[in-house]
T-cell receptor, first 115, second 116 residues
Framework: KQEVTQIPAALSVPEGENLVLNCSFT??????LQWFRQDPGKGLTSLLL?????REQTSGRLNASLDKSSGRSTLYIAASQPGDSATYLC??????????????FGKGTKLSVIP | GAVVSQHPSWVICKSGTSVKIECRSL??????MFWYRQFPKQSLMLMAT?????????EQGVEKDKFLINHASLTLSTLTVTSAHPEDSSFYIC????????????FGPGTRLTVT
């Protein structure tokens, strides 16, 4: 059974700092990995998707890397801003056969960026 | 990007009543839709997976007779919480998956259910 772990569970940084969020997964036979952002009481916003054949994806101040063999992904946020404060979730997609796919989430990292 | 909507956004109901939540993919056809629930300060828990035209596959511990899922078309799935109880109060989120492209999952904005 796929397990996804995110470290740290919570992180507080001053505005302007660069930071790294970590995600690890137990089954390396993933189809892809997605990073999401969730604001309190809201749904999920997809940030980046990395295919299993890719090693990184970038969008603005965000950079996500994937090392499938070691079961790790990192989300790098450059020059953090108070508006980045949210919970960041990592999820891996596994193909479970017969045309079925399953997405497994980590518990998230709650980020607070202090002005 | 692709858009998934949910209706209603929030609902308050009395214990014992049933509540239906709709999930629609607005600009693409979703071969598979997923239903999740999320308790406060916890991550998303997959409840069930539904493919259009077939019965939903429920995760262990999820009562299929209580959480009825109907995936009537490639753009619509519904979750009905039957005989709701206060412990069913939660945030319910659906996602739609397409086999085209990068198999990305697109999430709805969620439905906040409060059972009194």
């Amino acid at each position: 059974k796929q397990e996804v772990t995110q470290i740290p569970a919570a992180l507080s940084v001053p505005e302007g700092e660069n930071l790294v969020l970590n995600c690890s997964f137990t089954d390396s036979a993933i189809y892809n990995l997605q990073w999401f952002r969730q604001d309190p009481g809201k749904g999920l916003t997809s940030l980046l998707l990395i295919q299993s054949s890719q090693r990184e994806q970038t969008s603005g101040r965000l950079n996500a890397s994937l090392d499938k063999s070691s079961g790790r992904s990192t989300l790098y946020i450059a020059a953090s801003q108070p508006g980045d404060s949210a919970t960041y979730l990592c999820a891996v997609l596994l193909y479970s056969g017969a045309g079925s796919y399953q997405l497994t989430f980590g518990k998230g990292t709650k980020l607070s960026v202090i002005p | 990007g692709a858009v998934v909507s949910q209706h209603p956004s929030w609902v308050i109901c009395k214990s014992g009543t049933s509540v239906k939540i709709e999930c629609r993919s607005l600009d693409f056809q979703a071969t598979t839709m997923f239903w999740y629930r999320q308790f406060p300060k916890q991550s998303l828990m997959l409840m069930a997976t539904s493919n259009e035209g077939s019965k939903a596959t429920y995760e262990q511990g999820v009562e299929k007779d209580k959480f009825l899922i109907n995936h009537a078309s490639l753009t619509l799935s519904t979750l009905t919480v039957t005989s709701a109880h206060p412990e069913d109060s939660s945030f319910y989120i659906c996602s739609a998956h397409t086999s085209a492209g990068w198999h990305e999952q697109y999430f709805g904005p969620g439905t906040r259910l409060t059972v009194t």
